[in-house]
């Protein structure tokens, strides 16, 4: 009755975050709306996203790096009745990361032109040149980055979920309204002011639901003590593995760079459109770390597996009709979404086209992420180096291998395969450590799933071809209510087909929604 109980709480807990971050999307989709119409598939958004890099890298860093590490951290001391020392460790690894951040700062100011020769090589003269001035503009950013990992890292240890999942909302917002009031006089440079209004916006909007009453800061940087060394060990393996797996960010701009003007565009707008899907991994990771962490430290094994299989079982009674719905309805989404201003048919084809094998990894990349996440649980980061290592390795094979023959799709492609091989490495590890394997657990679970996302893709498909080529390719409002409804009867479908298939999980599906 307990487990039933707890099932339910984290289910309600992660659809609350999962609430709050699709809460967000129509405001990121807004901004990704505003950003198409205004600078389309173009050579200054090619550019915009290499001089992004950096900040990108930093806000990977923060987001799953600092939680990773720190929450567990933090937590076991709290969890002990050692709050002040908890505050001390906390301290000093914050003032740690701004001091660090500060110098990257102002490397990027300095050697702004080698970087970007580095991620773009076959970037034209002036699409180089803009790329430069786009990285020093929003080299700032990477403190704004950093700082707000911090402030969502306690948070987070403190079980107060929701502020931190409005980050995105508060980053997007200030993005739209900064871009759209400077970007017909400063163009481009608009959208690099825009994101650092946006990064320092994340920071403030966490502020008011920092534990002030409890907060305890220490203007110290005490590299002698035992919980500030026990995140050094921890975090050096951690910011190796996040440097290892964000180098598939900077292997896409190297390929991209040597394809068409604009294809570097089209493949951000593609990976954006899934973004709704990839909401799920990181809402259940968050609500299941603190719990998995303290259930490992107290050798609750047995309650550990139950709360990484629910996980797990929530992922794909979500992500694999999401990969079936983005793939069938691919070009009217992107359609939809961003054909307006400069962004033209064109634009749409090729990206469209990308959203279509990009969503091909949205199982992978979920699995991973809940993976790497549930080691981190475990004070294993060292995983995180051999896994992103697997999947670098992947990625790269599979750029050289596809780019010439499928162009950027082969770029959409090479990322689920990559995600892919990595996950079988982490659930073999994950099988050793535990002598248990999630994957053999959710077996007969996953194809009962399965099936029923083959009846709703069959349905799905079935109304597209009726409908027909001229509602397709007629107005606005004829596209949009063409969609809704063949997604609606998609989804309809699938529920169904759940229910006649006996998924008794379906009850979380019903919470998480």
Known sequence: MREAASGRQVARTASLLTMLALAGKPVNFLKDIVVAALFGTTAAKDAYLVAFALPDLISGLAIEGLSGVLVPIFTEYASKGDEEHAWRVASSIANAIVVLLSIMTLVVLVAAPLLVSLLAPAFPPDTHALAVRLARLMAVSMIFMGMQGLVASVLNAHQRFAAPALVPLAFNSAMIAVVVLTSHTLGIDGLALATIAGALCMVLVQLPRLPWQRLRYYAVIDLRDEGTRRFTRLAGPLILGTLVLSSTGII????????????????????????????????????LLPTLSRQASLGQWADFQARLMLGVKILLLVNLPATAGLILLSQPIVRLLFQRGIFDQHSTAVTSAALAWYSLGLVS?????????????????????????????????????????????????????????????????????????????????????????????????????????????GTFVNVAAATLATGGAGIAAYGTALWLLGVDEIRHLRSFL
Request: with cysteine; hydrophobic share 55%; net charge positive.
């Open 252 to 287: 896409n701009r190297i390929f991209g760079s040597f394809l068409p003007a604009g294809s570097l565009a089209a493949l951000d707008f593609a990976l954006r459109t899934t973004g709704i899907a990839y909401v799920v991994a990181p809402a259940l990771a968050t609500v």
């Open 365 to 473: 990349y979920g699995l991973y992420y809940l993976l790497i996440n549930t080691f981190y649980a475990l004070q294993n980061t060292m995983i995180r180096i051999q896994a992103g290592l697997v999947l670098v390795a992947t990625y790269i094979v599979g750029n050289l291998v596809l780019v010439n023959i499928m162009g950027a799709n082969g770029i959409a492609l090479s990322y689920g395969l990559a995600h892919t091989a990595a996950c079988i490495l982490l659930l073999f590890r994950l099988g050793r450590r535990l002598a248990w394997h999630v994957e053999r657990a959710v077996a007969g679970f996953a194809g009962r799933v399965l099936m029923a996302t083959l009846f709703m893709s069959t349905v799905v498909g079935l109304l597209h071809s009726s409908i027909g080529p001229d509602t397709w390719q």
